[in-house]
């Protein structure tokens, strides 16, 4: 059974930089998609960044691009994200998640389609 662990997360000042880890444990992820998502305080889980399986596709929300990156390590089977030039607004709860297989750039990013998840990490952007 496929495990998630992510790392990495915590207080930061706005223009400040983290780096998300996301170790596997259980199987590899070489053929899993691997998404990172956050949640807000009273907000929905959405989607930051995703990357397939391949490694050759990736996806950001509007609101990140260009200021995270989404990377991935198979030999390490981890994934990361690094985070520049963090706002208050990236605030949240970060969860990765997996999912097996091929899937559209479309679909990439949708946090339905994940089956599984990490118990998250907290990163706060305060002054």
């Known amino acids: 059974q496929l495990q998630l662990v992510e790392s990495g997360g915590g207080l930061v000042q706005p223009g400040g930089s983290l780096r998300l880890s996301c170790a596997a444990s259980g199987s590899t992820l070489d053929h899993y998609n691997i998404g990172w998502f956050r949640q807000a305080p009273g907000k929905e889980r959405e989607g930051v960044s995703c990357?397939?399986?391949?490694?050759?596709?990736?996806s950001y929300a509007d609101s990140v691009k260009g200021r995270f990156t989404i990377s991935r390590d198979n030999v390490k089977n981890t994934v990361y994200l690094q985070m520049n030039s963090l706002k208050p607004e990236d605030t949240g709860v970060y969860y990765c998640?997996?999912?097996?297989?091929?899937?559209?750039?479309?679909?990439?990013?949708?946090?339905?389609?994940?089956?599984?998840w990490g118990q998250g990490t907290q990163v706060t952007v305060s002054s």
């Open positions: 990357i397939s399986s391949s490694g050759d596709s990736t």
């Open positions: 998640a997996a999912e097996f297989g091929v899937l559209t750039v479309q679909r990439m990013c949708v946090t339905q389609i994940y089956d599984y």
